[in-house]
Every structure is written in C-alpha cells, then in structure tokens.
C-alpha cells in the first residue's frame, strides 16, 4: 500500500502536468483553426464582393458603349446631309444647331454622372499621386467639335465647305494636345504639348474671327458687330479661354 500510494504521489504531478500542456497546446490549435475558418469565410466574402462588383462594371460599360453607338447611329442616319443643311434656310440652319446643342447638353450630363464612379479614374504620378477623371477630355472631345460644328452650319453657304471638317478638327488635336500635356510624366515635354494646343487655339480663333467677315461681308469682327453669329462665335471662344488658366493653376499642370 506504501509502495502504490507513494506511486500515485509521483503520478498525480505528471497528470497534472500532462494536463496543463494539454490545456496550453489544444487551446491554441483550436483558436488557429477557428481564425482560419474566420479568415476563409471573410476571403471567400471578399471573392464574391469583387466578383459582383465586376459583373456590375462589366454591365455598366457594355450599356454605355451599346446606348452610345446605337445613339451615334440614329443620329447619323436619321439626319440628313450637311452640306444640304448649310445651304438650307436659316431656320432649317437653327433647328440643326439646336439639335445638336441638345446632343453636347446630353453627352455633358452623362460624362458628368459618369466622373462619380471610378471607373474613369487613373492615377497620375504627381504630387505623390493625383487621381484624375478620364471622363473629362472624352467629354469635351464629344462636345467641343460638335459646338464649331453648329457655328459653320449656322453660317451657312457664306462659309465654305472644308470648315465644316477643319473646326471641328482644330478642337479634336487641341484637346488632344491638352490631355496629353495633362498626362505627360516629363515636364518638357508637358509645357511643349501645352504650347503647342495654345498655338492651335490661336489659329482656330483666326478662322472664327475669318467666318465673323465672311458672314457679315467685311462688316463685323471680334470687336465690331451685332449680329447673331457674331455673338454666338465670342461665346464660344469664351468658354475656350478659362481652360488654359485651370490647367496651369491646377495640380494637373505646372
């Protein structure tokens, strides 16, 4: 009896030990896998979440391009020739320009709507990073040539031709200059393209000043003159002006 009780003396501290390691050891391989169970649950969470969100992208872009095409495609073939429209009456002329100012009205209301998601953002490498629209030189690259569009058309036959070609050209490779000046890591390279797009602009405001005479007959300019087609010219060029200024005065430019 000495010899077992002296045994279960020796016994119960190595139970007792074997115990706690148990207690210390279990404990801990059980947290382990309930934060694996947790972290794998909340990774398969996050898996959804991204999927669906680019389902939601996927189909948001694929309406934009489909409504967009499908609305270039109406326009164009249900409108008629514009060579015929600039030598039609001047209402005729005026409905056309009233038209298409409600297209630019419509194209800047959805690009505007469109700069809140972020799907046009891209990050530029200044300022330790600047996140800017893309949507903002599409826009304007959509609306600006239709606006020198409207201008020639309203002219009418006074104007020849080829304006209806150049002017709005002379937008499409000015904001082309300005966008790529915007995204122009090089700084050299940045101030060339911007002043390369404010000699396009003189030069396209040279045109608009050359239309003001052809239209009045000599009798009007950028300072003399009353007439309808004079205003509408100078309210254009206008709304040019201020966008040199922003650019230089934000963090997108100098």
Same mark, same amino acid.
């Given at each position: 009896?000495?010899?077992?009780?002296?045994?279960?003396?020796?016994?119960?501290?190595?139970?007792?030990?074997?115990?706690?390691?148990?207690?210390?050891?279990?404990?801990?391989?059980?947290?382990?896998?309930?934060?694996?169970?947790?972290?794998?649950?909340?990774?398969?969470?996050?898996?959804?979440?991204?999927?669906?969100?680019?389902?939601?992208?996927?189909?948001?872009?694929?309406?934009?391009?489909?409504?967009?095409?499908?609305?270039?495609?109406?326009?164009?073939?249900?409108?008629?020739?514009?060579?015929?429209?600039?030598?039609?009456?001047?209402?005729?002329?005026?409905?056309? +320009?009233?038209? =298409?100012?409600?297209?630019?009205?419509?194209?800047?209301?959805? $690009? /505007?709507?469109? #700069?809140?998601? *972020?799907?046009?953002?891209?990050?530029?490498?200044?300022?330790?990073?600047?996140?800017?629209?893309?949507?903002?030189?599409?826009?304007?690259?959509?609306?600006?040539?239709?606006?020198?569009?409207?201008?020639?058309?309203?002219?009418?036959?006074?104007?020849?031709?080829?304006?209806?070609?150049?002017?709005?050209?002379?937008?499409?490779?000015?904001?082309?200059?300005?966008?790529?000046?915007?995204?122009?890591?090089?700084?050299?390279?940045?101030?060339? +393209?911007?002043? =390369?797009?404010?000699?396009?602009?003189?030069?396209?405001?040279? $045109? /608009?000043?050359? #239309?003001?005479? *052809?239209?009045?007959?000599?009798?009007?300019?950028?300072?003399?003159?009353?007439?309808?087609?004079?205003?509408?010219?100078?309210?254009?060029?206008?709304?040019?002006?201020?966008?040199?200024?922003?650019?230089?005065?934000?963090?997108?430019?100098?």
């Amino acid at each position: 009896q000495a010899r077992v009780s002296v045994q279960a003396v020796h016994e119960q501290p190595r139970e007792r030990e074997h115990r706690q390691r148990h207690q210390l050891v279990f404990p801990r391989i059980n947290s382990a896998a309930r934060m694996n169970a947790t972290s794998a649950a909340d990774f398969d969470k996050l898996l959804e979440k991204n999927a669906s969100d680019q389902g939601k992208q996927i189909a948001q872009i694929f309406s934009g391009i489909f409504f967009g095409g499908l609305a270039a495609w109406l326009s164009i073939s249900n409108g008629g020739s514009l060579a015929f429209v600039q030598r039609a009456s001047l209402e005729k002329r005026l409905t056309v +320009c009233c038209f =298409i100012n409600t297209y630019v009205a419509m194209f800047s209301t959805f $690009f /505007n709507i469109f #700069q809140l998601s *972020e799907l046009d953002d891209a990050l530029l490498p200044i300022h330790g990073g600047y996140n800017f629209d893309l949507c903002r030189p599409i826009e304007w690259v959509c609306t600006c040539p239709l606006m020198q569009l409207s201008l020639v058309l309203m002219g009418g036959a006074k104007l020849p031709d080829y304006r209806r070609y150049l002017m709005p050209s002379f937008s499409i490779i000015i904001l082309c200059f300005g966008t790529t000046s915007t995204l122009m890591p090089i700084f050299g390279l940045k101030i060339l +393209c911007y002043i =390369i797009g404010l000699i396009l602009f003189g030069t396209m405001a040279s $045109f /608009n000043r050359l #239309q003001i005479l *052809e239209y009045s007959n000599g009798a009007e300019g950028f300072t003399t003159g009353d007439s309808e087609f004079r205003k509408a010219t100078l309210l254009l060029l206008c709304t040019w002006a201020p966008f040199p200024t922003w650019f230089v005065m934000s963090p997108e430019g100098f």
